[in-house]
C-alpha cells in the first residue's frame, strides 16, 4: 500500500480554509466526499464521529502533524484526505506544538488490518523530516500530488 493508493488527487486540500480543528476535519470529510472516497450521506455522521475520537484522544501526533481516522460500517475502501495549513493548527497535540500536516483516513469497519496498515503507511512516510519540510513548502495540489508520487517511488 501506498500514499497514492490512499488518497485521491481530489482529496488533496493544499490551502486549508479552516483555522480549527473541527472545521479542518469537516474540510476534509467534504474532500473526501467531492472525491468519491465516501458517501455523500455519510458526512454528517462521519464528522460527528471524528470529532468524538478527538475529544477522547488528540490525533495530533507532534512534529507539525495529526492524522484523525476513524472506522465506520458505510466505509467501503480505506481512502484518505490530506490537507496543509501554512499558519499552523492547535490540535492539542501531544509535543504542545501547531500542525501544518493533517491527513484523514477512514476505513471500512470490518477492515481493522487494513486501517492498521494504511495507519503504517502514513507514519512511515511522515516521520520523514525532509518530506515533512517539502509538504510544508507545497502551495498547490499539483505539488502535494508530486510529492506523494516521489515518495511513494521511494518506497516500491
Keep these: 500500500m501506498k500514499l497514492t493508493d490512499l488518497i485521491a488527487p481530489n482529496a488533496i486540500v493544499a490551502q486549508l480554509t479552516s483555522r480549527e480543528r473541527d472545521g479542518v476535519i469537516a ?3 467534504d474532500a473526501l466526499v467531492q472525491a468519491g472516497g465516501v ?3 455519510t458526512r454528517d455522521e462521519l464528522i460527528k464521529m471524528l470529532l468524538e475520537r478527538e475529544k477522547r484522544s488528540t490525533t495530533g ?3 507539525g502533524i495529526a492524522v484523525p481516522h476513524a472506522k465506520h460500517p ?3 475502501r480505506v481512502s484518505a484526505a490530506i490537507g496543509l495549513s501554512a499558519s ?3 490540535f492539542s497535540s501531544i509535543d504542545m506544538q501547531p500542525v501544518y500536516t493533517v491527513v484523514l483516513l477512514l ?3 470490518e477492515k ?3 486501517h492498521l496498515h494504511a495507519m503504517e503507511v502514513i507514519f512511515k512516510v511522515l516521520s520523514q523530516d525532509s518530506f515533512r519540510r517539502l509538504l510544508r513548502q507545497a502551495s ?3 505539488e502535494v500530488q508530486s510529492l506523494l508520487d516521489g515518495v511513494d517511488a521511494q518506497h516500491v
Excluded: R
Design 140 to 142: 498547490t495540489a499539483e
Design 39 to 41: 458517501e455523500e450521506g
Design 112 to 114: 481493522p488490518d487494513e
Design 107 to 109: 476505513s471500512p469497519h
Design 88 to 90: 499552523g493548527l492547535d
Design 74 to 76: 458505510k466505509v467501503t
Design 27 to 29: 474540510e476534509l470529510v
Design 61 to 63: 501526533f507532534g512534529a
